[in-house]
Structure formats: structure tokens, C-alpha cells
């Protein structure tokens, strides 16, 4: 039986309450948040959980093995490093940290204390990105050429961080979760529409060693709401809306081919002899997806497995900063006009 | 009455013959093509119209008035060039030519003979389009804040141009039509997936001095076709869908108020006093277009009309070099991995 | 202070609850139920709240006003009665009885102890819905020429009753609240697919003494969920698409005109002279709806106003009788291969 | 080569000659139409084309093998028999006749004579239907349960025909070449909003013998465009939406599984016990269909090799008959009042 305690209920923190209580090989002893009334609610649906507006309370707890943290990003770091150091597991709300310095902190603390590290990644627990990867690691859509997504709405404009650090976490995480290769450069344009107020909106671009592009469009002041991934590959392409309410991925048998023949001639010949494009046209296929279950569920039983039998989460610490230094490279190449950012870690050494 | 002449006869000439058919005070002398099979055509459906395989007849012919360049994007300038000297009003299909240097000199020689130049940029006299630039002028939607546009689907692979050059010239257009200021840089990043081929999908962004910015997606390699526009203002937001098939224009009373005396708090008190957001929805507004009228039909009465009343068209030769110059600097900046570049005469003298 | 006490907590019983908790001037005294594990959770949500499994209980309390009924629809009435005979007002779910006789006695039976009796026609207070009534009683649409509903997906299968009491009775309350006339006959035809089992399809038609019908096609095995009435006026035309998240209600400015002329040489000079129909295209307009406040939240407010203030509910036991004459009718006429079945009562005496 | 003659001139006569002008193995000889403005339309586009305004040259013409009538409904069965008494081949529009009587003398005749009599169900060239077709036949649908059509837009209002016979002819077409068995009972009802004026609004239900059943609506008067089939079966469903540009067909792997256990109780032990049913859901699949190719193109090489090759066309008069029996019944019934009318010859014997 592992023991958890969730720091913060506020917007996420009731989700993390609801389905610990629910997960099996866990209970959930205690709950902390610097609102009473917050902690009066907790106390009316879950009559049997303890409540304190003292944090360190829970990391006192010896009944306690794993702490969720749900509160402002600010914040993570801290929480996160005195959890450890109490030799709690940790799992923390996305971003992970406001910095790569802050991640790779957590993270280097983890792994010399062997805690379990996670990052709320919730989407790459949706049966939709699960059946995504799927696809692309089985080869289905042969070699993936970009990822393009819009993740756009009206509202919830933040205080603390900008649009990328909102939304775009959520599709960097998918992509770091189902791509092949790691981005070298980031690059990103927004723009802020209120004064003083973070950026709004904001375009970013991911380029890879190989024939790979990636762009996420992230928008809080948007006059509809989209979350339209599309992903092409040499063989198959994908189209994954999850606003849909259930075909939301749909795989389309569609492409190009190209003739090998008009290669060669084009090498000797010039640019005369172009290429020949040819279009290919397939089924349609929409694969289904278990939209019951909810992905925080699955997450959450991942994160109690992991700690149980020391498994590395596929949410790890290591995935949290990667997505990190992402976000933070396209926060600097955005006050930069959108001077790309190179990765230096993630180009291959050839 | 106007005589006209058209060179080309491919993809885009038969919409060109069949409407300037049909346009009042206009005659087609004369149609000039490479292919006589082609020629042959002509004949069959236009029996009064003449043809010929030298384009040179219809520049020399004193009965045409105006010319109509249909042919690759390579021979624009040339053709164009020829056909001012000859003393011919001039339409050339877009892009209007290869590069700024050879748009300078079109709408130079144009002007000095003061002759009608003019670029098919026929978006722009959609009804679509032409009611955007209306409820933009009128201030309806505001003080515009973003334009956002998707132009994306599987097909056709250009040989001589990238995807910008045939894709995101339509949005560009466009934007020079319904926007009140023109961009001060340019950024873009692409990718070609074919080797040896041009670039098959570009993200396009274009900076303003205003708080504005936008953005184009276009994409040969898409498993599905979407022609969608986001235009964000500080009033009403519009959805521009060219895929419905009635309803292409929905106008959102939506947005954001942001509340003043948290502005002047947070500027006394530092980044405590966060700015008051709240979100404002309305009702949503379709206006009828007139979608039966084909908009080369209204754009050749147009053009016709300037000749006779020595009128500039919207679509004069200045848009085109507008245009062009946008999508060198594309260009340039996508072989420069998106490093943006400054469109010096663009720039506001302050 | 209107003292609520609940019977029944299955599906829609804890919908009940949690909005009567809600609702000012009104305190939820007691639940019952059958099942003591369905109590529990009463219990450990709403620690207040009392809990029985004999809903005699409730009707002897004198802390109790008004009883809401959940249960199955064949207890309706004898519960309904009950409660009235304890001098309770009543709330029961819809279909309100399972017969016309039944519906009778308890609208007679409130009538004479003069106790309000609701019958739960959720969607007639929904936005969308007043919405639609508003537009029709102010003539925006002109003469009401039909009414055509779609209501179709895969499941519920119910044992106890047809997919008409179970679906279609939502599309007749809601008919009956925004249309200005009442039925004279009723046609049905339908089809289960389960031996032994009711219908699982149905089509009902409705019609009217005016020019006027209306249609509903409902059915618990279709591949696709729908939920799309179309409503025709004279003026203007009505799509109301429940599952829309924002734009549930489109009003097209659209239809047709006839030439008078037409119509007069017509009857003059016999078929030859046809009527001249011509076709009207405006604007579309999404009025802004308030779809954060639940409907029952609306319709509980609405009675306890009604019991505290005397009025009568606008879903009061009139309306629940005619919405079960009405399935009742259909019923007989599917049992009678689509023979219209006339009701008589509905007839407008001249 | 087969030569052919096309009697009528006006919106689809010109449809019929573009095809057959490009159809092999066939030669189009003469036009007749009676305005001389639209046979100088045949001329200028089909310079070997003769025309006449005297229907009877071209059946006195020993160089026309074959004869397509589009011409009012009214005129068919004249037009027909006369083309048939001139022995020639048939293509008729649909609706084939008025009445059942007319259209078995044209049957009659074409038997009696050995001719080719086939009537222009172009739906069911489409390859969206094969496609339906070649799914119900191979059993992917398990049982067909039903058959559900929405076929509704604003105009054309029609003068002659009331909307079933301009609308639903297509549906009932369809559904004659998909459905394993024939109707044995027709319902409908409809209204019109133009005095004087055919309904421009019906709702049509079909009864089976088996447990099927098909309904269909049409209507001139509605706000937006509908195309939309839905095909329930034991094992698998269908969406078929003719307005969507690609996906028309989508097969869902949905249904229900009847408990059989649930069965045998409920046999023994009364109303207590009821099937259990469950619900299945698997993966959606759209085929790619030819959309490239017009079906009128199809049909009309099927109709010449039917000829050539003296073998009956799935669109021969037997079906043009079958048709126009449900279209009359229809019609009786919507006459009174919706009471179903029994197709006495579709009933099989047992």
C-alpha cells in the first residue's frame, strides 16, 4: 500500500484527490493547501483523508511514500526538492520546473536518492497518443516527416507564464513521447495583447537532424476552440483531433511516391527533368480508442507501479526536462524575435 | 470595347478565355499557346476567337488592348515586360514575377507608359474577402490583434516554385488587401521531402510594427485539405472557412476586457497585481455572401473598367510587388533556418 | 425554507440532489432508496441529508414540502399519489405516468388539494430551448411550418419502455412548449430488434390542424450519436444541434417567396399557370446562449418558486398529461402498422 | 458503334450528351429539344451534332440505335413507347412514368421487342453505393436492420411532381439495388407550403416482411443541405453522407450482442428477466472510393454494352417499375393522411 499526499487543491489537485483515492495498492492520508476552504471540501467528499495548510506536515508523514504536487509552477522546484530530500516519490504537476537548471536539480536528486520521479504529462495517457506511438513505432506511418499542431481556445489567460508554457507543454510532451528523435533547434514568435501580461499567442518551430519538422500554434485568444494534431509520414497520415468526441485519431492510407527513374534523370540532367510526384489515396481508419477510462487514471496506476516495483516511469523526471528545455528555448528565442535556439545536447555526435 | 489577348493556354487560361468570354465591353482577339492540341480547344469552344502558337502575333495585333499572362512563373516578367512595350494593358496570373528586382521594373515600365498593370490575385475579389476588408475597415472587428492562416491538403507538387510561392501567395494577398499595415519582417521555416524538388511545406510568419502578428501554414503533404483563417481583433474575431460551402464567414462577438485599475495597479505595485482578464461572448454572425458570382468574373469587369476609366486596380502592379517581395523574404529566411528578415522599406519613419 | 425530500437514486436521482442542495430557499431533508449501498454514497456526499430505504418515510415527514420521484416510470403514479394524499407538492421524472388515466388522476389530484405537481421536462429549460420559444412567440420565424427532430445513438436499451417514451418524450415536451399549436393525430412506425424486447426505432409524426407538422425519428442502435431538430417558418429557419458545444442554435434568414400573381392567374387559367417560388438567402445568426448553468438547476429554482409563490409551473402536470397522450397515441398507432390515431381533445372545435 | 439520339435539351439533357459524346463504342447523332436556343447551345459545342426541334426525326433516323428522353416526367411514357415502337433502345429519366400502368406497357413493350429499356438511376453508378452494396451483399453487415435517408434543401421547388417524386426517387433507387428484399407497404406523409402547390415536404416509411424497415425524408424547404443515409445491420453500420468530398462512406464495427441466456430466462419467467444487451464498438473505416469518375459516365458505357451485348442493365425498366409502384403508393398514402398502402405483388407467397 503505498501512501500519498497531494500538495495543493486547486484547479488539478481535486482530479489527483479523486483518482488516487480510486487506485488500487494506494491510499490517499493527506492533503495540503494554504486555503481552509479548499481543505473543508476535501475533508466533506473524503471524510477519511487528513487536511492540514502546512505542506510540511505531509513531508513529516511517515505514512507517507509519495507526494503529488499540484500548485504554481513557481513553486515545483521547492516542493519538489524538499519532497525528495524527505525521501518522498515525487510526482509534479507540467511544467516540471520553471528552468532546465531547476529540472536537472530534481532530477540528479532522484536519482541519487533511487526516488520515483514523475511529470503530470497526463496526455501521453490517453489512449489516443498511446495508439499513436503505436502506430509510429510499428512503422505504419514509415518515416514521420513533421508534427504540426493547433492547440488554440479563448481564455484561460495566465499570470505566470506564457501561452507556450500553458499549451504548448502539452504537445511537447506528446511529441516527446511519440517521436523517433529529439529536436536541435527551437524557434518561436508570439505576442502579448494585454500590457504587461505574458505572450498570448504564439507560434513554435521544432527542427531535427533529419528530414523532421514539428510546429505547434498556441493561442488564448482564439474564437474557437481547436486541438488538431497532424502528423505526416512517408506511408501513412495521421490525423488526431481530440475535441472529437470518439474517432479521434483518424489514419489516413494517403501519400506520395515518387518515381526513382525522374531522380536519376534530374541528377544528370538538370532541372529540367523534375521529379515525379504521384498521389496515393487509401481508406480511411479510425481506430478504436477506450475513451472511458480516464488517462489520469491510467497515469496514476502507472506512478504506483513504478514506485512498487522500481520501474522508470515513462513520465520521468528526464522526460519533464527535456520538455523543459524546450519550452525554455522557445521563451528565449521568442524574446528574440524568433532567432532559432539551438539545442546543443540533443544534436547527435557523429 | 477592349480586345484582349491571352497568352497561355494551361491550368489557368481556359477560366481566363471563358470569363473575359463573358465580360461586357470586352472582346477576345486572340489566344496564344505552345501546344496546338491546346489551340485546338480554343477553336472548338470559341470559334470566333483566333489562335496562334507565337505569342508575339497578339502583341503585335493592333485590335488587342490588354494582354493576359497565363504561362509559368518564370516567363512573367519577360512576357509582361514585352507586352508593356508593345503599349498592352497587363493582367498577369500571380505570383507576378520571380523576385523583387523584376516587379520593380513591370510596375516602373507600367507607370511610365501609364499603362494598366494588374495581378490575378483572385482571392481578393471573393465575397469572402471583400467582407472581411469591410468589417475590418468599419472597426468592427476592432484594433485587428492576429491573422492565422491554414492553407494546407495533398497536392500539387510545384517543380519550379515552393510551397510558399504557390500556396501562401494567396494569404499574402490577401492580407495586403484586408490589413491596415504592412509587415516589417519576415520569418520562415520549411521543409522538402522530396530530394532535389522545392520545399513542400512552409510556416510562414510576418511581424508588424503595430502589436500584430501572422502567421500562414501551407503544406503540399496533407492528409486533409483545410483552408482556414483565424483573424483575432480586440472587438470581434472572425473564422474565414473557404471549405464551407455557404457559411464561409462567421463573425465572433467574443474576447477579452482587461480591467483598468488592475492595469494601474500593476504598474505601481509590481508583478503582484496581475492584470484582470475576463472573457466576453456574444452572439455569432454569419453575413450572406454572394457565392454565386464567380470572383475572376468580378475581377476582369474590374480590370476592364480601370483600363476604360484610367482607374488603379486594387489588384494593381504595386500589390503584386507587395506580394513578391513578401515571398523572397520568405524565402530567403527559410534557407536561413528561419532567421528573420527586416523588410527595410516597410518600416514606418518615425 | 421549502423542505425536498427525494425518492429514488439511480441515474438521475443524484442530478436531483446535488441541485436541490444548491438551491436557494430549499433544504434537501431526506433520500430514499431500495438499494442501501445507493444511501451510502447519499450519505457520504451530503452528510445532512437522511436517508431511507422506505419512502413512506418522506411522505410522513413534516419537515418534507415537495417530493422529487426518480424511480422506474411504472411507479410514477402510485408514488405521485401518495405524495399528493400526503399533501406533498410533487416533482416526478418524465414520461409522467405510463397512461393517460394515470396522468389524469394526478393532475386531477393536484388540482383539488391545490399542490404543484412538475413533471421533469429538463430540456424545456435549457437555453437553447427558451431561446427557440422566445424567437417563435415574438414571430421572428414567421408561421411555424414544421418541426423535425433527429435523436438517435447507440444505447440505452430500455426493457420497461419503448425508445419513444424514452427519447422521443424529450422531443414532444419541448414541442410542446415552443409551438403555439397542439396535435390533432398522431402516426408512428417503429421496429425492435430484440426479440421480446420494446422498439428500439421509431418514426412519429405529428399533425396539426394549421399547415403545420411535425416529425421525430428516434432510435437507440444507430452508429452515430444525433441531436438535430430543424424547425421551417415562413420567415425563418431553425437548426438546433444539441451536441454543438457553443452554437446550438443557428436562425437562418431563409426561404422562399411566392409571386401573388402567380398565384392569381393560377387559379384563373388552371395548372398551366404555376406558382412562382422564389428563393431567399440571408444572414445566419448563433445567438449567445448561457450553457454554464445547468437546466435542471434552472427548473428546480422555477418550482420551488412556483410551491413558495403559488404559480404555476411552466412543465406542470398539463403538460406532462399532453406529452403522454401523445406517447401513448404513438404507441398505439406503431402497435397498428402507422395508422394515424386521432386525438380527439386536441380537435379546436368551430 | 452504337448511335444515339437525345430528346430534351434543358438541365440535364445537356449532362447526358457531354457523356455520351465521350462514351466508346457510341456516336451521338441528333438533339432535339423544342427551343431553338438551347439546340444552338448543342451546336456551338458539338459541331457534328445535328439538332432538330421535331422529336420524331430523330426516331424516323435509321442511324440511331439508342434514344435518352429528358424531358418532363409528364412526356416519358409517350416519348418512350414511341421510341421503342420505333425500335429504338431506351434511356429514360427517373422517375421512369407517372403511374405504375405506363410503366409496365413500357416494360411490356421493350420485352415484347427485344430492346434495351433502362431508366437513369444515376445513384446507383455512383461508387459510394457499389460500395454500400458490395458490403451488404458480402454480409460485412450482418442482417440489414434499416434504412434511414435525409434528403433535404432549400428548393427546387417543383411544379409537376411533389417532392417525393423528385427527392426520394433517388433514395428508393438506391435502396432497391442495396436492399436484399422489396417493401411491402408504404406510409408517408407530407405537406405543402405553397397553396395550389405539391408537397415540398414528406416523410416516406417503408415496410419489409423481414425485420427491416427503410424511412426517408425529403424537403424542399429546409435551412440547410442534407445528404445523409444511415444503414443499421446485425454485424455492422454505415454513415453514407454524399456531401462529404471524400469520406461519403463510413462503415462503423458497432452494434448490440444479445445475451442468450438472458433470453431463455426471460422465456420462462415473465417480464422480470429481459435480454441483456450489450454494446460493441470497434474501429471506423471509410474506403476510398473513385470519386473521380462520374457516375453518369458509368452508367452510360453500362448502357451501351448492355445493348451491344444484349444483357439486361441493373437500371433496366423492371427497376424504373419498382419504383414508380413505391412512388404511387407513396403518394396514396400521403393522400390519406399517412395509412399505409400494401404492395400486393411484393408480398412473397409462402
Known sequence: MIGVGIIGY????????????????????????????????????????????DFREILRDPRVDAVAIATPVSTHFDLGMQALRADKHVLVEKPMTLDVEQALRLVDEAHRRRLTLAVDHTFVFTSAVRKIRELALAGDLGDVYYYDSVRVNLGLFQHDVNVIW????????????????????????????????????????????????????????????????????????????????????????????????????????????????????????????????????????????????????INDGQAGLRVVRLLEAATESMRNAGRPVELAGNRCPV
Open 166 to 313: 500553458d499549451l504548448a507543454v502539452h504537445d511537447l510532451a506528446i511529441m516527446d513521447y511519440v517521436l523517433p528523435a529529439q529536436p536541435v533547434a527551437v524557434a518561436a514568435s508570439g505576442m502579448g495583447h494585454v500590457p504587461g501580461e505574458p505572450e498570448n499567442m504564439a507560434y513554435v518551430t521544432l527542427h531535427f537532424d533529419a528530414r523532421v519538422m514539428a510546429h505547434v500554434h498556441v493561442n488564448w485568444l482564439a474564437p474557437v476552440k481547436v486541438r488538431r494534431t497532424l502528423i505526416g509520414g512517408s506511408r501513412k497520415m495521421i490525423v488526431y483531433d481530440d475535441l472529437e468526441p470518439s474517432e479521434k485519431i483518424k489514419v489516413y492510407d494517403k501519400g506520395i511516391t515518387v518515381n526513382g527513374d525522374g531522380n536519376g534523370n534530374g541528377n544528370g540532367n538538370g532541372a529540367r527533368y523534375a521529379m515525379l510526384v504521384n498521389y496515393r489515396t487509401g481508406d480511411v481508419w479510425s481506430p478504436q480508442l477506450d475513451i472511458t477510462t480516464e488517462a489520469l487514471t491510467v497515469e496514476l496506476r502507472h506512478f504506483v507501479e513504478c514506485i512498487r516495483e522500481n520501474k522508470t516511469p
Open 10 to 53: 486547486g484547479y488539478w489537485g481535486p482530479n489527483l484527490v479523486r483518482n488516487f483515492y480510486e487506485t488500487p495498492d494506494c491510499r490517499v492520508v493527506s492533503v495540503s493547501d494554504l486555503r481552509e476552504n479548499q481543505l473543508a471540501r476535501v475533508r466533506s467528499r473524503y471524510p477519511t483523508v487528513e487536511t492540514t495548510t
